[in-house]
Nanobody, 123 residues
Framework: EVQLVESGGGLVQAGGSLRLSCAAS????????IGWFRQAPGKEREGVIC????????YYADSVKGRFTISKDNAKNTVYLRMNSMKPEDTAVYYC????????????????RGQGTQVTVSS
């Protein structure tokens, strides 16, 4: 059974940091790109950042450049999203998604998605 399980969300003050984790199981992790999407209240889901199977990262949200980074640990089948200098507009449910090899800005191209983790940034 394929599973993507997000963790690490919570409440943080503006300017603070969080690290989200996406633990994967049920597929060959090192052959997959893992992305993060987020959905804020009343808004459409948007792509944030992705890491390809080879480890190359791609940003999809200009607003997070310079603040968010993505990394992966193939031995642990886990991808991490480090979020620094957080802003209230980062408040959203964050989802990790997976597809073969290469990243995509389109969520519909991903085969798997986790249940999401809530991130709330207070001002």
């Amino acid at each position: 059974e394929v599973q993507l399980v997000e963790s690490g969300g919570g409440l943080v003050q503006a300017g603070g940091s969080l690290r989200l984790s996406c633990a994967a199981s049920g597929f060959t992790f090192d052959g997959y790109a893992i992305g993060w999407f987020r959905q804020a209240p009343g808004k459409e889901r948007e792509g944030v950042i992705c890491i390809s199977s080879s480890g190359a990262s791609t940003y999809y949200a200009d607003s997070v450049k310079g603040r968010f980074t993505i990394s992966k640990d193939n031995a642990k089948n886990t991808v991490y999203l480090r979020m620094n200098s957080m802003k209230p507009e980062d408040t959203a449910v964050y989802y990790c998604v997976a597809k073969h090899y290469y990243c995509s800005a389109l969520e519909s191209f991903y085969n798997y998605r986790g249940q999401g983790t809530q991130v709330t940034v207070s001002s």
